[in-house]
């Protein structure tokens, strides 16, 4: 035993490590068609010209570019017009006026030593001038010195008082340093009118005249920052993403021929980068694809069938734009717009959901707008990307939830008008003179493309249905035909089966409908669900007429064998003739693993000594709406054609009845139906009840499990 559990448990693992694998090489597959489709809208355009001869065509610059000398240029003319900042530094005249108190202060000092000491005059002229030198960096000649030490202590004051008036108001005004000889004589003029002694004014002139300076000075900082601002303010000079430089036949000139080369048109080596950007950008949408189809309950999640079918649509997708952007490239004005951009979302939400088909339209109007840069000066055509998403949302948004066929032509009309809308405001946006015979092209093929798409997609859905076996709305409107072998051989084998499932099918579609699942999935899906019971058909008593029930003369063991294969038998059969998945579920599931009570209590009865679990259903039990309502409209159905003399409360009794018990014994425990959702199915099965029923032996009632029951009619 466990040998064989190891055995499961690692076939287990390696079917998950397939799957796994399988997954990834699909998502780099989507990554390969991806690059390969926009490679070549990447490649750099290369250029085959020379100075001085014709441009072989418009050329334009295909990225936007700073054109660095014209910058420098523009710079350097603003900065020659930028004047130089100068600062008057009103403090220097009270500085200079210290300046000449020091000096008559060191001589007052010097001329009290001379009195009291009584040195020569000389020695005295020279200890001043070392105190001057010391103490104010200044230097006077030795006639001033000798004035400055002969004169008395009133005449120094008067001395320093004009020396410093005159310093103060001269430099009371702005003095430039070339204006510095014109201030120097006019203080010796003040002082002059100011002064009687012609000694001491000789001497009081030259150390004013030394104290004048230059307070208008300039001012290095506060011209760098001037300068910085004037170039903050320049404009480099731009080549435009778009910017016509030569027309064609216009002669390539020096400065053409520079602008031509900043924009890498010239370039001669290989640069990785473009195909380095494009890797990335692919990796990006196949990383969102891959986050989405992981994240989200998405068909993508789990099955890999539907991540190829979805590789496959995207292929689609990718090989129409292709196709459409090389028959761009004839000049037919305004070709483009006729590419059917709505047609993967259209597709998607037919064969997958209508989630995914909104997502990949984002998806494909990126790819469009690399794929279509043709028409663009840059790697991307936004406005042929704003064109895509709005067409495919509209083809999305039209189809809806539950797309129906008679809904895909009646899209292509509204995706005509939305891409005639957009097309329309695209020009109006433009604000530029509206030509007639452009606009009404473009709008044309705009139109078309919504009809194209809708008649591709009518054209693709059979080979889709058909090679992935997908369950749409045609292909289910197919299986209900009465004329479906399958069908033909329940009607024929089992008639009494035939109307039981018909019944529970109406039942089925209208509590279907009214929680707002598929309706139709419901229907086709009852019509099958007991197919099981034509490999034994008279051992189910709706299809006995007047005949002893066979199972009187087998024992409960036997009788609950062949009634519990009946769903994994119509599950078998069904599988065989190829029918999807959904249909298959619903035949397998819409028992669950529910007990067959009446021959469980027989075996009781007959001192068999039963396990309750040998009497139940393997299962699985519904995984999906749609099979759990099959499965309640089946014991619904059965147990009310058994009633005596059945009334509307009676009716809403069992109904509510059977539900309870299948909600107790948990078998919507692995379905996402609410309780609201089972009250609005018993409500519907119960007004659909009212007008369809029709006399039939008595079921028993659920309350007395030991009473005879119609062996198998619930089953």
Wanted: aromatic content about 8%; some cysteine.
């Amino acid at each position: 035993m466990t040998e064989n559990n190891n055995e499961k448990q690692r076939k287990r693992r390696t079917f998950g490590t397939r799957q796994r694998t399988v997954r990834l090489g699909l998502f780099l597959l989507l990554g390969l068609l991806l690059y390969a489709s926009m490679v070549t809208n990447v490649q750099p355009e290369l250029l085959n010209v020379s100075h001085s001869e014709p441009a072989p065509e418009d050329i334009r610059s295909p990225i936007t570019v700073e054109h660095e000398s014209e910058t420098a240029a523009r710079e350097q003319e603003a900065l020659e017009d930028v004047e130089p900042v100068y600062v008057h530094h009103q403090d220097y005249g009270q500085m200079q006026s210290e300046r000449i108190n020091a000096i008559f202060n060191i001589t007052a000092d010097v001329q009290a030593d001379i009195d009291d000491e009584a040195e020569d005059m000389e020695g005295a002229a020279e200890e001043l001038q070392e105190a001057l030198e010391q103490d104010v960096d200044e230097t006077i000649s030795a006639d001033a010195l000798e004035t400055l030490l002969t004169v008395s202590e009133d005449q120094l004051t008067i001395g320093r008082d004009a020396a410093r008036n005159a310093v103060h108001e001269v430099m009371d005004e702005e003095i430039a340093v070339d204006d510095v000889p014109a201030a120097e004589e006019e203080v010796e003029e003040r002082i002059s009118r100011s002064m009687g002694s012609a000694q001491l004014q000789a001497a009081t002139s030259e150390i004013a005249a030394r104290m004048v300076t230059a307070n208008y000075l300039y001012d290095n900082e506060a011209t760098a920052e001037q300068r910085e601002a004037v170039l903050d303010d320049v404009e480099p000079v731009l080549i435009q993403e778009g910017e016509l430089l030569a027309r064609e036949g216009e002669i390539i000139t020096n400065d053409i021929y520079e602008q031509i080369s900043l924009t890498g048109l010239l370039d001669e080596g290989l640069s990785p980068l473009p195909y380095v950007g494009l890797l990335i950008f692919v990796g990006l949408i196949v990383g969102m694809i891959a986050f989405y189809s992981a994240q989200t309950s998405s068909p993508l999640r789990d099955s890999n069938r539907s991540l190829f079918l979805y590789v496959l649509v995207f292929f689609i997708m990718l090989a129409v734009m292709k196709v459409m952007s090389v028959l761009n490239l004839l000049d037919l004005e305004g070709l483009l717009w006729l590419t059917p951009v709505a047609l993967g979302g259209m597709l998607l939400a037919q064969l997958l959901s209508y989630r995914v088909a909104l997502y990949s339209g984002v998806l494909f109007a990126l790819a469009g707008g690399v794929i279509f840069n043709d028409d663009a000066s840059g790697i991307f055509h936004a406005t042929f990307m704003i064109y895509a998403l709005f067409s495919g949302m509209a083809g999305v948004f039209f189809i809806g939830k539950t797309p129906r066929v008679a809904k895909v032509l009646q899209s292509g009309v509204f995706i005509a008008v939305t891409n005639a809308l957009t097309i329309t405001a695209f020009y109006l946006l433009s604000n530029a003179p509206l030509a007639w015979d452009s606009y009404g092209l473009d709008v044309s093929f705009a139109v078309g493309s919504g009809f194209l798409a809708a008649v591709l997609t009518l054209g693709l859905m059979p080979f889709f249905e058909t090679g992935f076996n997908i369950l749409t709305k045609t292909k289910l409107i197919e299986l209900a035909n009465a004329n479906q072998p399958l069908l033909r051989k329940i009607l024929l084998e089992a008639p009494g089966t035939y109307h039981h499932s018909v019944m529970v099918a109406n039942l089925s579609e209208a509590a279907c409908e009214a929680i707002g699942t598929n309706g139709l999935l419901a229907r086709v899906g009852a019509y099958y669900h007991d197919l099981g019971k034509t490999k034994r058909p008279l051992y189910f008593i709706e299809n006995q007429l007047q005949m002893t029930n066979p199972h009187e003369k087998l024992s409960p063991d036997m009788s609950k064998q062949i009634i519990i294969e009946h769903p994994y038998d119509g599950a078998r059969i069904l599988q065989e003739d190829n029918f999807p998945k959904p249909i298959v579920d619903i035949a397998k599931q819409h028992h669950g693993t529910a007990l067959l009570k009446y021959f469980y209590h027989k075996a009781k009865e007959e001192g068999m000594n039963p396990k309750e679990e040998d009497y139940r259903y393997p299962g699985p039990k519904a995984q999906f709406k749609e099979s759990a309502v099959v499965g309640i409209a089946d014991g619904v159905e059965a147990a009310v054609r058994s009633m005596d003399a059945p009334t509307t409360a009676k009716i809403e009794t069992l109904v509510n009845e059977i539900i309870r018990e299948r909600f107790v014994d948990g078998q919507f425990s692995e379905c996402d139906l609410t309780m609201k959702e089972l009250s609005i199915v018993a409500n519907t099965m119960c007004e659909t009840l009212k007008g369809t029923f029709h006399s039939r032996i008595e079921y028993p009632d659920h309350k007395d499990e030991k009473e005879k029951t119609a062996n198998g009619s619930r089953h």
